[in-house]
């Protein structure tokens, strides 16, 4: 305990040493245990870059979306796209569908 009393000793009569401490302190709080400190902010961020990498794959997929629904409004297309994705047919028609799948027996 000796050793530890001669530091206190020192820094209660030194007052350099006291404004040293003292902004260590400060740095200690502000740098890393301050919800606005360093590393909370680094954290933030990194989670803003990747937020705004997500917004731009979705922006590029709406673009896409849009594109796609602006050709769904040709009435030929809507005919093609059900007869294709949902095997409708005309009144008087039939469809055949066929499995190209090869599987080996």
Known sequence: MGRLQRIAHRIGHSSVTK?????F????????LDDNS???RRERKATIEKLQEEI????????????KLEA????????????????????NEDVYI????????
């Open 19 to 23: 404004y040293v401490v003292t902004l």
């Open 25 to 32: 302190f400060i740095i200690l709080i502000v740098g890393f």
């Open 38 to 40: 360093f590393w909370n």
């Open 56 to 67: 731009a794959e979705l922006k590029t997929v709406y673009e896409e979306d849009t594109r």
């Open 72 to 91: 769904l409004e040709k009435y030929d297309n809507v005919v093609r796209l059900a007869r294709e994705m949902y095997f409708m047919k005309r009144p």
């Open 98 to 105: 066929i499995n190209c799948d090869k599987k080996s027996e």
